[in-house]
């Protein structure tokens, strides 16, 4: 499910860009491919055309990367920190080591019996 909503919403984004290029304005891609727009839709229409289609993609654009971001979290993991389930995975035991044992009794030198 996440994965066909990924490939949804980059479909979206794509078409964003585009549609946004071919506003009027400083020349865009509407100028680029020679007014195309102007002449499908006529020179008001394709303003506004142009205009909800941009708003009803980017509304569709926010509501898509919010809902993979809900759908594509981890909800046993979500009441933990990160730093904790960082710390957790870095915990390690530690063999405990024998560096501070006593010398036996052969090694001590005998007291001297006087």
Not at 71 to 92: F, V
């Amino acid at each position: 499910m996440v994965q066909f909503l990924i490939v949804i919403h980059t479909i979206v984004s794509v078409v964003l860009i585009v549609v946004i290029l071919m506003q009027s304005g400083q020349g865009g891609l509407n100028s680029m491919m020679g007014g195309v727009a102007n002449s499908m839709l006529g020179s008001s229409g394709a303003n506004n055309f142009i205009t909800k289609l941009t708003t009803w993609l980017g509304i569709t654009f926010i509501a898509l990367a919010l809902l993979i971001g809900a759908l594509s979290g981890d909800s046993q993991t979500a009441s933990e920190s990160i730093i904790q389930q960082d710390a957790d995975s870095r915990e390690t035991e530690m063999p405990v080591t024998n560096e501070y044992i006593l010398p036996s009794d052969e090694i001590l030198p005998e007291e001297s019996k006087e």
